[in-house]
């Protein structure tokens, strides 16, 4: 967001700018509407007496290896968004059809998934992909096949410019979005001496690099760095590595690893700790109330949407909330140890309506309509909160096929998490690196 | 050298804490492959499979008495139970058929560990589900607090691997099971029921993993990936201590969990796992057979 970053005259013409995010933002505030071309998604289609066949998504599911908790939620809300679109009649008056495809969390899989839903099950689109390095390896499939690919994932490769014009994220905000929304807050309020605790591969560099940014512009400072390979399953020796000044640790952990993190870090510090700042990920799917987690007590965490429901209580998020059968603490309705992902996986729904969306506003048939349909989504600003978009409302880049959006920091408190924080949009927006428009189609 | 004491003093007391429990984990783990390829000759890839099925049954027993020290002991008692008879089924339906041939075990042990993967995702789920500790405290030292249960966990694990040590010397069993591993054609005209004791064993290595996930859950959770890392470990530790020797197993899991813990301690735990594979390579090139392992013919 800093000036800094402008590098170039181009850049500093770019649509987003921190004037018209501000802009955007009181945009939403005043009207509750950004942009103009969005039609209400909501609007009811009739079926066109049965003559049209269905518009096939194929959806990427993590349903094995590492990413299988978040799978299982992903590919339920994918669902329950796809039943619901087919009872307001469809997208352009055409069901939905999911086909969906598991992938096993792994690149090389992921990239022979695209090719399978776009060649044998010729799907319109390919949705879905959730763990970054499986997008990073899919993405080139994707964009060789020209087949529109949107992910539901987090880290920073859409918006960074290493993949291709036909790869969005038109739904979920990316890390470096999510540390600059955050940060502010935390190193106003907790403390300005912050050591970095993330997994040792390309998210947890996201969160390594933008969090040292953040410092620089907010007066903290990164007193250490702690990198944890990905498969460890002990953690006490890591930290011996925190140093004594530290105010906060900021930690972001995922995989099976997660509790035991916790659990040790409690054992190792004791009551007297430093602050603790977590992004959710290291507790998706996870009960708040598990054995050995009391220590996370009167901690902070960043939360997309909050798991709890009396953290954001709006028409869009109850209604998202029952019909992908989460109760108000964030687990299945029909099993309460089963918890949910529930800070990621509003991005699969709201990503279904997206495509609703440019399907309907392109007036996309087949295949062929593809340029119009990417110029289409290229073209849209944003996206207005409600039932189609229960987090939140969207800010939305054309050039870097990114989107932006408001973020909540919750505290543990009384077993669950409450939100105490609420970011604007306009807090985690930042200058644009790259322009996908200007690739060819 | 007293200041250096001063400074890092405490770094090294965490180093060879953790470095400890680790190698008593990591022997009982690993105890029972090396137990497994010593007496039946195959190599079981599947053995972190019973550790991960250990730690599983371990929560449905917890979830069932939702008891922590009921639930330990239930499943300190079921868990090795249950996943000894999954071994012998293994043993009866699948070794058996393919006659113990080294190529084919493994094939088929992979096999196995697909279908135990597979089956514990669809019954258990893909989350990591936590079990609390039978006891649980923390021990608060002047420069740190370290848990309580991971040293009962240590001190058990010490206690097993004396138990399957009588066993192996004083037990008519185990007198069978040194007696085909040291040769099987003379055991067998002796008279001992080598396929009843390729079961045993077979049990016996399940049942030791098992064990040892049972321990190990409420330190780390159970969820189905996790028997892969204690599998590539125990590798290491068979192959350095030798394949079949109780004391090489100890002694191998021991320089790997003391090395393991200072090496990540004082310098980088990933630089730990890279010497580790180093000294595995240098035991292949230079004694093959392991520390204490027979000599290969």
Known sequence: MSHKEVKSEEQSELNITRRSVLGAGAVIAGTGIVGSQIIDPLAKTAYAAGSDAPIKIGFQAHRTGIGALYGRWYERTTNAAAKYINSIG??????????????????????????????????????????????????????????????????????????????????????????????????????????????????????RDYATAAAEKHGGKIVAKIAIPPTESSFTRYFVKIPK?????????????????????????????????????????????????????????????????????????????????????????????????????????????AIKEAVEQSGYRSKKDYSTLIETVEGFTGFNEGIAHPQGAKVFSGKTHQCYGQQFVSKVGNGKLNVIHKTSIADGMYEPETDYTKQSL | MISWFNENGPLLFLALLDGTVTAFVLALIALGLSLVFGVMRIVNIAHGEFFMLGAVFSWFAFDLTNDPLWGFLLALVVAPALVGSIAIFSDRFILRKVKYHPESTIVATIGVLYVIQSVTLMVFGPEARAVEAPLYFRIQFPWFGYSGYKLIVAGMSAFCLLGVWVFMKRSKLGLYMRATQQDFEIAKTYGVPTQKIYASVFALGGGLAALAGVLIVPIRQADHLMGLEPLLLSFIVVIIGGLGSIRGTIVAAFIIGISDGIISVFYEPTLAKMLATLFVAMVLVLKPSGLYGEEVV
């Open chain 1, 90 to 207: 469809g997208i352009a008056g055409r069901p939905i059809e999911i086909i969906t495809e598991d992938d096993g969390t792994d690149p090389k899989r992921g990239a022979d998934v695209v090719e399978k839903l776009a060649t044998q099950h010729k799907v319109d689109f390919v949705f879905g992909t959730l763990f970054s390095h499986v997008v990073m390896g899919s993405a080139p499939r994707a964009g060789e096949l020209k087949i529109p690919y949107f992910v539901v994932s987090e880290g920073y490769h859409v918006a960074s410019g290493a993949l291709n014009r036909y790869t969005f994220q038109p739904c979920i905000t990316d890390v470096r979005a999510q540390i600059s929304a955050v940060s502010g807050w935390l190193f106003n309020n907790l403390g300005k001496n912050v050591t970095l605790i993330y997994p040792d591969y390309a998210f947890g560099y996201n969160h």
């Open chain 1, 245 to 353: 000044n530290t105010d906060v640790i900021y930690h972001v952990m995922v995989g099976p690893g997660v509790l035991t993190f916790v659990r040790e870090l409690g054992e190792h510090f004791g009551p007297n700790h430093p602050q603790l700042f977590g992004f959710i990920d290291s507790l998706e799917g996870v009960n708040i109330s598990s054995p050995g987690l009391d220590f996370l007590d009167g901690s902070y965490f960043w939360e997309a949407m909050p798991r709890y429901a009396d953290g954001y209580d709006t028409v869009g998020s109850r209604f998202y909330r029952n019909a992908v059968g989460v109760n108000n603490s964030g687990a299945s309705r029909s099993d309460s140890k089963d918890v949910s992902a529930y800070s990621h996986m509003f991005g699969c729904w709201e990503t279904l309506f």
